[in-house]
């Protein structure tokens, strides 16, 4: 009896301990005064350190936006570099708030790991690139290729899969840090890197001594939808986090940027009206202020800008990741 008086008894006390880890994530940061994000060690156009030191990329800014959005203040966060393997156990652990870092929305992270996806933030797919030298065209001449691959990843096991199902050999060259493996690549220690084409676009631009010597092979073999992360059962901070993200989006839909959202604060649209907080008490819904997503805005950008500011200049086309209304997948529900 006494044993069941104490499986019941705990089992009250984790109904408890949910229903206030409910609130904890997002009462810790405004405790603690910032957001700790855990990013890339360095990938250009998402997660990288500029040369002077500064974060720059679109998870870095989708960081920075939840910052304007809980505080008021971009600038209140702090960066963690994780690898591959590191990202989700920092994340279960505590050592970060939430997970930025060009990660795929999968059904066993989703289920089996104890964290939530909120959004997608870049649609994107696996692929390869090769040496221009090498002549090849298609990713269906790369039987008995060297292959460079990061551990811990869809891609490893995306790999895998393509090369059995056609009926190819390759040998895995797996390296952890992102640094080593694109000099492996480089170096000529493999003949191919696969990664996300959005990684291999970036690694090109960024790190190949001449991009035009490098070639990115037409195949895509995989959905690779990335997005932030956050611990599950925290229904709170999942709603901050989302609605962030969401809100980039609606902010680019509305027409509303970091250079004139100013201008729209006395407009009579119902929909800008209550995106800047002139009306209703969205913020309030968050246990945020009620400019939470004019803050973002104006601080951090709209999504178009944040894409503009890091990912074009690399050579990155909108694609897919434009807004619904221009053919894209982008699409925020309604913030109202």
Known sequence: MKVLQAI???????????????????????????????????????????????????????????????????????????????????????????????????????????????????YDGQGFMVPKKLNVKSARQLNGATICVQPGTTTELNLADYFRASGMNFKPVVIEKLEEVTNAYFSGRCDVFTTDVSGLVSTRSSRAPNPADHVILPEVISKEPLGPVVRHGDDRWFDVVKWTLFAMLEGEELGLTSKNIDQHVSSTNPAIQRFVGASGDIGKMLALDNRWAYNIVKQVGNYGESFAANLTPLGFDRGINNLWTKGGLMYAPPVR
């Open 8 to 122: 019941a008894a705990g089992a009250v006390v984790a109904l408890g301990s949910g229903t206030l880890y409910a609130q904890s994530t997002l009462d810790a940061v405004k405790s603690k005064g910032y957001v700790q994000c855990g990013v890339n060690t360095g990938l250009a156009g998402f997660s990288a350190p500029d040369s002077r030191g500064a974060w720059k990329g679109i998870d870095v800014d989708a960081c920075r936006a939840v910052a304007a959005a809980v505080f008021g203040d971009a600038t209140k966060v702090r960066y963690t570099p994780l690898t591959a393997q590191q990202r989700f156990t920092a994340l279960q652990s505590g050592e970060v708030d939430v997970l930025l870092r060009n990660t795929t929305w999968t059904i066993t992270r989703d289920t089996s790991l104890g964290l939530n996806f909120v959004g997608v933030n870049y």
